[in-house]
């Protein structure tokens, strides 16, 4: 029992990491909540259905073109909504009730579209899981856990050694020292916007193979997400793959002993506390307390 | 007309609870988006009171004010000890615990399946069936909250909450217990949401935790954006405008499966909308720093 319950906290853990990262990847630049980054995973999934589903492509092309798909409804966000509060220095509670609208917006599209109930990608008889430790795992669950981890190295091995991954580093350290160095700020946003975007869609076309989908999904693991990088520390890319696995796994556990609906109660509490006692997570570092 | 009347009912509560909530965000400044969360106390605290042990409603809507009210301070002391996007992040957290509870302690809530039978109110023993005697009755409680709120804001506290808006560190400076003022504008708050739950409880005669989500504390605070941070006869205006909007759409012919998500689009337009454009709201007087 406890094998099993440690697995899918793991599991659970890398689909928070990859939407914490790319939430991270989309906060180091614009430092502000971007709400809407669970709508691109909903969306994400929802893409999935449509292709695979409607159009009858095969996995590997689908899986691809939603990740693409997902990577410009970011982009599109950015350029219609943020793009123009940026021009007018807008404070950061304004970004963030103008993602909140976002959100409501494209969430109640999709189910005008799609209808509220749940819809399933799977096609095929289910099969039985490998037995592996006293747990069992599924094909997809492998498949999930490996492919989130290759997009986390690839995503490190990026911003680390890049040169559009340097520069995402300088102007989330700086924009101003970078955009005096000749780095142009928006170009940065954009490919932030276009990485964590294609990320959050990742992780919302890969659990759409494993579950069922629906409009509201992207909501609580949007906030997953963001829990999970703040309790890692906010604007950290380690922190956030750390915090993720953390979530996955406290709240796991902590439905070891009472039942699965206060996964969401362990989630927040956690928050909570972390927000009151270490603000800047497990690996932030002191400086940038001032900016949560 | 019955309709009608209907109509006006939900718009009197969402006035009450627009009109708390721009106390804490619009007067105070503090951008708090769990404010359903009050509200979900105060109607399951004096349904479940006039169910299992047939308290009058008018004694539960008091005692349910009050356990929001304390409410008000659990959810409160955390969260004044924050700022800006954290105290947004966190009340928005403790929505979703107190709604998470509503869901799931189902031996005392019923979860999902929600309470039904509620009693509605009564004067000395003859019920207030009739729908417009319930209105007349919204309206008194709606007169009595414009009435306190614009007491409290027009009064020397009313001022300090003015001044911890605009400035924090300066009214600390001058001497003033800011966290102390912040924690009472959580409890009137949550006191005068506990009560439109209340209303809302009796009236409908059920409630289920989907009532109380956390979209419906960001529908309360469109409302209040709407209308005019910091204003009350916005927050009056904006609460009417945005429960008589989206019925329109019903004379549109709309089934109810497409009106549903539309008047929720509308609401998330309007949200970017008025973030783009006008930040403050038609008649408001302050926007988030």
Known sequence: MLNQLLLNGIIAGSIYALIAIGFTVIYRTVKFFHFAHGVVYTAGAYFAYTLIISLHLNFALSFFLAIVLAAILGVAIDRLVYYPLRQQKASNLIFLLASFGVVIFIQNLIQLIYGAQILTIRTGPIKEGHHFLGAVITDIQILILAVSIILMIFLWLFIQKTKLGKAMRAVSDDPIAANVVGINPERIILTSFAIGSALAGAAGILISFETNIEPTMGFSALLKGIIASIIGGIGSIPGAVLGGFFLGLAENLGIWKISAGWKDCIAFAILIIFLLLRPRGILGNKTEKKTI | ?289
């Open chain 2, 1 to 289: 007309m019955e309709y009608l009347l209907h109509i006006l009912i939900i718009a009197g509560i969402y006035i009450i609870l627009t009109l708390s909530l721009n106390l804490i965000v619009g007067y105070t400044g503090l951008p708090a988006l769990g404010h359903a969360a009050f509200s979900c106390i105060g109607a399951y605290t004096s349904s479940l009171l006039a169910l299992n042990i047939g308290l009058s409603p008018w004694i539960g809507l008091l005692i349910g004010a009050c356990v929001a009210a304390f409410s008000g301070v659990v959810i409160g002391y955390p969260a004044v000890r924050l700022k800006g996007d954290c105290l947004a992040l966190a009340t928005f957290g403790l929505g979703v615990i107190v709604y998470s509870i509503a869901k799931n302690w189902v031996s005392l809530t019923r979860g999902p399946m929600g309470l039904p039978g509620i009693p509605g109110f009564s004067i000395l023993g003859f019920g207030l069936s009739e729908i417009w005697s319930y209105l007349l009755l919204v309206s008194i409680f709606v007169v009595i909250t414009i009435f306190v709120i614009k007491r409290i804001v027009n009064s020397p506290f009313g001022r300090i909450l003015r001044s911890i808006r605009e400035d924090e560190i300066a009214s600390a400076a001058l001497g003033k217990d800011t966290i102390k003022h912040k924690l009472l504008v959580f409890i009137i708050g949550a006191f005068f949401a506990g009560i439109a739950g209340s209303l809302y409880a009796h009236y409908i005669t059920f409630i289920d935790p989907s009532s109380f989500t956390v979209m419906e504390s960001i529908t309360i605070l469109l409302m209040v954006i709407f209308g005019g941070m910091g204003s009350i006869s916005g927050s009056v205006v904006g609460a009417v405008i945005l429960v008589v909007l989206p019925e329109l759409l019903r004379f549109l012919g709309m089934p109810s499966s497409i009106a549903a998500p539309m008047r929720q689009m509308i609401y998330g337009l309007l949200l970017v909308v008025l973030m783009l454009k006008r930040p403050q709201g038609i008649m408001g007087a302050y926007r988030f720093k």
